[in-house]
């Protein structure tokens, strides 16, 4: 219609109403693309929103299974530590500051653990190779990136916490992998000396079954290490967590 009488226009000669027509074309065209600028800025906000709520789902089950991966990791080396006083060997012993590094704290004070409980002291040998491996939930982040919804998110800074985070939960996946394949030989090696996770065994037993074979006392000191190095990657994960908890909390609030 609008072509029509621009060409009608024409022929009479009348270039002011072509010049209206024209203008009426460009307006028509700037505002549908306003429009769509503005229906696509909603729909980014709105998938923003879900993509932060989410997060945050994602780190509070993360946490809850920090918290017990932390909790067993000590109990584990409490374990390894009452396991050697009763054989009467030399406890743990753990440079955390030779260890830590600029990104993950492996900060671990032995002398502060909690007494190992003495209702469970016939089960010493489950208590250090057995454990709980937290398993990050990467599906949010997963997603985001793989659908490029990243640009969504209008603070660059925060993306790059996310990243930060995500790195830190794949440091932990990487350590639950190193502790299980550890584990796999220590249990194969109690097996060879008749211990077995869940097997309760007389503490005494138990104790003299390490004094006189230095290679088990052995092995329960690397478990003990290296649940030491996951508990590092764990508490390290957990405190991004924390932190990345905080900035997307007020993200979403503003």
């Excluded at 790059?160 to 992998?177: D, K």
């Excluded at 097997?199 to 092995?219: S, T």
């Amino acid at each position: 219609m609008i072509s029509r009488r621009i060409k009608e226009h024409v022929r009479a000669q009348n270039w002011f109403a072509v010049g209206v027509d024209f203008l009426i074309v460009v307006v028509g065209i700037l505002l549908a693309f306003q429009i769509t600028e503005w229906a696509q800025g909603r729909s980014d906000r709105a998938r923003e929103m879900q993509i932060i709520g989410d997060l945050l789902v994602d780190l509070d089950i993360d946490r809850a299974q920090y918290a017990n991966g932390i909790a067993y990791d000590e109990h584990r080396v409490s374990a390894a530590n009452a396991s050697l006083e009763g054989a009467g060997l030399p406890l743990i012993e753990f440079d955390w500051a030779m260890s830590s590094t600029d990104v993950v704290d492996y900060s671990f004070e032995i002398s502060k653990l909690s007494s190992f409980p003495a209702d469970r002291i016939d089960r010493l040998w489950s208590d250090v190779v057995l454990g709980f491996h937290p398993t990050p939930s990467t599906s949010t982040y997963d997603t985001m990136v793989g659908s490029g919804d990243v640009k969504v998110i209008r603070d660059r800074s925060l993306i790059r916490e996310i990243q930060t985070y995500h790195n830190l939960a794949q440091s932990v996946n990487a350590q639950n992998e190193k502790l299980l394949s550890i584990r796999e030989d220590v249990v194969n090696f109690g097996a060879s000396l008749g211990l077995a996770p869940y097997l309760e065994m007389p503490a005494e037993e138990y104790f003299r079954l390490i004094a006189g074979d230095p290679q088990l006392a052995a092995v329960i000191r690397i478990m003990a290490t290296f649940a030491i190095y996951h508990h590092g990657e764990i508490k390290t994960a957990d405190a991004k967590a924390a932190e990345l908890q905080m900035l997307l909390g007020e993200y979403l609030g503003r």
